[in-house]
């Protein structure tokens, strides 16, 4: 009981957990289908959703996904694998946090999809935006606590195994505090998913980690969409193109040569300052939600 009360109280449902457990368990009672209607459940009401195997799925392992259909909205979820109950429960986690916050802006959501749009002339590198768009997908907090929730189930597996490793060995070897935190350090570190690396520094955030200032003023100019100060329209329509021609020869220019306005200066350096500070207030909370997954075995291992 001490367990369940610490297991809820610290985060992780073990509800959706639970109902995660029922979908695999009716996916494997019928191996040879591949298109199942699930029925979730949480405090905000009753959802049916979509689970599709695509064995194709790539590079994904899992993906949410939703569609409005004659006024009502549909919700998928695509597995790669039908044994794979991690990317599952990280799914449903997703499918969870849509159900809670689908009348809500997410501007970090917002940014990584305008980063996904290939700039005009590529004066902002592909890889770079690429670079940016990951940043934003990895602390934008409904993707944290989907991680948040595979970390804990693959450890929670773990420690299963090393649990069942020491009665076959017949052991009198105790797992400890100690021993749990270091069990979960070399646990990360071991781990196909990385960004965990993300959540648990230490280090400030700072773009310029990433990026040179140079990169930094494109990719801000291009996310608030300003290129170049606004030029005037004329109704003749040859005088419009030269106008066209010199603003985006001025534009150009600008970029390529990391010369800006004030104004756009000012707008740049605004938009850094302001996602840099949210981003290490996100970065406190993330690496203490991620003590917790130890605080939870510990609590359960631990004699």
């Known amino acids: 009981m001490k367990y369940l009360k610490t297991f809820e109280r610290l985060g992780i449902s073990d509800s959706l957990e639970q109902q995660v457990r029922g979908y695999m368990d009716k996916i494997e009672q019928e191996p040879t289908k591949n298109k199942f209607k699930f029925f979730y459940q949480n405090d905000r009401g009753s959802y049916y959703f979509d689970l599709i195997i695509v064995p194709s799925l790539s590079p994904e392992k899992g993906s949410f996904n939703t569609g409005e259909y004659f006024g009502s909205v549909q919700m998928f979820i695509n597995l790669q694998d039908r044994k794979d109950f991690s990317t599952l429960l990280h799914e449903v986690k997703h499918l969870d946090y849509f159900t809670r916050n689908k009348k809500k802006s997410n501007l970090y959501v917002k940014v990584g999809k305008s980063l996904d749009r290939t ?155 302001h996602f840099e500070t949210d981003i290490n207030k996100r970065i406190v909370k993330y690496r203490k939600r991620m003590t917790r997954i130890v605080t939870i075995a510990c609590d359960k291992y631990v004699k």
């Open 119 to 273: 700039p005009e002339k590529d004066l902002v590198s592909k890889s770079d935006l690429e670079k940016m768009g990951f940043l934003f997908y990895v602390y934008d907090d409904n993707e944290f606590q989907s991680k948040y929730h595979s970390y804990y189930n693959d450890f929670m597996e773990f420690m299963d195994d090393m649990v069942e490793t020491i009665k076959q060995k017949k052991s009198s070897y105790k797992l400890t505090t100690d021993a749990i935190r270091t069990l979960w350090k070399g646990f990360l570190q071991e781990h196909e998913d990385a960004t965990w690396s993300y959540y648990t520094t230490n280090r400030v955030f700072k773009f310029n980690n990433y990026f040179t200032k140079r990169e930094l003023n494109k990719i801000f100019l291009y996310m608030i969409s300003d290129y170049g100060d606004s030029r005037k329209i004329y109704a003749n329509p040859y005088r419009d193109y030269y106008s066209f021609f010199m603003w985006s020869i001025k534009k150009d220019i600008r970029t390529t040569f990391n010369i800006y306005s004030k104004e756009q200066q000012l707008k740049i350096d605004t938009l850094i300052k």
